[in-house]
C-alpha cells in the first residue's frame, strides 16, 4: 500500500542552526502539506503546496519557513534559523485532491524535532 | 479561527463500552473528518462525511453531522484497547479555492483510553 515518508524521525538541532525535513508523499497525488504538533496540543497547518508553488500558508509559516519540490518526488519544509519553540513533531500529507473539497490526507509518521 | 474543537478533552471507559466523541466547527465546510492518531505516530484517516450528509458508518464508527448547529459526533462501539489513542476531527471549509488547496483545519482531540 502506497505511503508517505519522512525522514529524519528525528533530529537534534542547536538554535540558530537550518534544518531540512524531508517527505516523499504518494507518487499521483497532487496536493502536499506540511503540519506540525507540539507535543500534547492541537495539529497546526503550515502550508498547502500544488502545482509546485505554495497554495496556503498559515502564520506559523513566516519567513524562517520555506518548502519546495527540488526533484518531482520530494517535498521538502526547510527552517532557516532554529528557535526552541520550533521543537514540534512535523508531519507531512499529502491528497489526491479530486472535485471541490479537500478529501482524505495520507500522513507521515512525522519528523520529531527538538531544538536546544 | 478555531475550527474543530473536540470534547471531551480526554475519555477513559471500560473494554466493551461505546465512546462518543463530540466535535464543534465555526464556518461552513465541504465535509468533516475523523482521524485517529496512536502516541508519537502519524495520523490515520477513519471517515470523511460531506456537508450533505447526516450520518455515516464504517465498522465499528459511526459519525453523524449536524451543520445547523455545526457539530459532529464520532461513536466507537463496543470498544476493544486496541482503540486507546487520540481522536481528531478535522474540517475542510467551503472555500472559493477549494479542491484541496486549503488542507484540513484540526482541532484539539479527544484522547480516549480504553481500560481492558
Known amino acids: 500500500e502506497p505511503e508517505v515518508t519522512q525522514t529524519p524521525s528525528h533530529q537534534v538541532t542547536q538554535m540558530g542552526q537550518e534544518v531540512i525535513l524531508r517527505c516523499v508523499p504518494i507518487?499521483?497525488?497532487?496536493?502536499f502539506y506540511w503540519y506540525r504538533q507540539i507535543l500534547g496540543q492541537k495539529v497546526e497547518f503550515l502550508v498547502s503546496?500544488?502545482?509546485?508553488?505554495?497554495?496556503?500558508k498559515s502564520e506559523i509559516f513566516d519567513d524562517q519557513f520555506s518548502v519546495e519540490r527540488p526533484d518531482g518526488s520530494n517535498f521538502t519544509l526547510k527552517i532557516r534559523s532554529t528557535k526552541l519553540e520550533d521543537s514540534a513533531m512535523y508531519f507531512c500529507?499529502?491528497?489526491?485532491?479530486?472535485?471541490?473539497?479537500?478529501?482524505?490526507?495520507?500522513f507521515g509518521e512525522g519528523s520529531r524535532l527538538t531544538v536546544l | 479561527s478555531q475550527q474543530g474543537e473536540e470534547d471531551p478533552q480526554a475519555l477513559s471507559i471500560q473494554e466493551g463500552e461505546n465512546a462518543t466523541m463530540n466535535c464543534s466547527y465555526k464556518?461552513?465546510?465541504?465535509?468533516l473528518q475523523w482521524y485517529r492518531q496512536n502516541s508519537g505516530r502519524g495520523l490515520v484517516h477513519l471517515i470523511l462525511?460531506?456537508?450533505?450528509?447526516r450520518e455515516k458508518h464504517s465498522g465499528r464508527l459511526r459519525v453523524t453531522l449536524d451543520t445547523s448547529k455545526k457539530s459532529s459526533s464520532l461513536l466507537i462501539t463496543a470498544s476493544r484497547a486496541a482503540d486507546t489513542a487520540s481522536y481528531f476531527c478535522?474540517?475542510?471549509?467551503?472555500?472559493?479555492?477549494?479542491?484541496?488547496?486549503?488542507?484540513?483545519?484540526f482541532g484539539k482531540g479527544t484522547h480516549l483510553i480504553i481500560q481492558p
Open positions: 500529507a499529502s491528497t489526491r485532491g479530486r472535485g471541490k473539497d479537500t478529501g482524505e490526507l495520507f
Open positions: 507518487s499521483n497525488h497532487l496536493y
Open positions: 503546496f500544488y502545482n509546485n508553488e505554495i497554495s496556503e
Open positions: 464556518t461552513s465546510i465541504n465535509n
Open positions: 462525511i460531506r456537508s450533505n450528509e
Open positions: 478535522a474540517t475542510d471549509a467551503a472555500l472559493l479555492s477549494g479542491g484541496g488547496a486549503d488542507g484540513l483545519t
